[in-house]
């Protein structure tokens, strides 16, 4: 591989950037999509608070909460990874999701812009105003993305918004290109003929 092949490839944000690919943002979800990774964090470790409550002559029992703090951190740590490894990856091109399914397994979907039909968010009362998170569904012509507990959907829906006009215009601009290039070898192709005669 040559030296300019490798600079390219360093200069990427993240695996599977085009040459041509712009990055406008990544955004996880909100941390509130980690309650369920506090319940388990804070369950165990109550539950195995109660024995030395009620036994406290019994010196070993007091160990027990140390183990489920453990436990708790254990499977706290796995939500935790769980969340921070799924992101959201707008570009000028596409919305690439990366979902990570256990330590090994990881979905990826990508939308391009130019197939977005329409874009909506929802903030879900007073907690989602209180804490900045809310639902962002994005409709294509084949389905629905949603993207549930969205930190900011109304920075990330603008943001959408604004790649999806510029993709439409990018799309147009092709297209009138295209168009334009065509008529004029047409009109080439007719004063060639006529020139021939």
């Known amino acids: 591989m040559s030296r300019k092949n490798k600079n390219q490839d360093t200069l990427k944000a993240f695996d599977g950037q085009r040459d041509d690919e712009q990055l406008i943002l990544v955004f996880r979800r ?15 470790f109550a539950l195995s608070a109660i024995p030395p409550l009620i036994w406290q002559s019994q010196l070993e029992l007091f ?14 740590s796995y939500q935790f990874l769980m969340w921070y490894f799924t992101v959201f990856i707008l570009t000028d091109q596409r919305l690439r999701q990366v979902t990570q399914h256990g330590f090994f397994g990881s979905d990826v979907v990508e939308l391009k812009l130019s197939k977005i039909h329409n874009i909506s968010y929802n903030i879900p009362g007073m907690s989602g105003e209180l804490f900045g998170f809310g639902t962002i ?34 799309v147009n601009e092709e297209v009138y290109i295209e168009t334009e290039t065509l008529e004029e070898e047409r009109e080439a192709e007719s004063n060639n003929q006529r020139n021939g005669r």
Request: charged share 15%; aromatic share 8%.
């Open 30 to 44: 909100h941390i509130i999509a980690m309650r369920k990774g506090f319940y388990l964090l804070l369950i165990p």
């Open 63 to 76: 160990l027990l909460p140390i183990a489920g703090l453990v436990l708790g951190l254990i499977l706290f």
């Open 137 to 170: 569904v994005i409709q294509t012509y084949v389905g629905d993305l949603t993207i549930r507990n969205a930190e900011h959907p109304q920075k990330i829906y603008n943001l959408l918004q604004d790649a999806v006009e510029d993709a439409e215009r990018g």
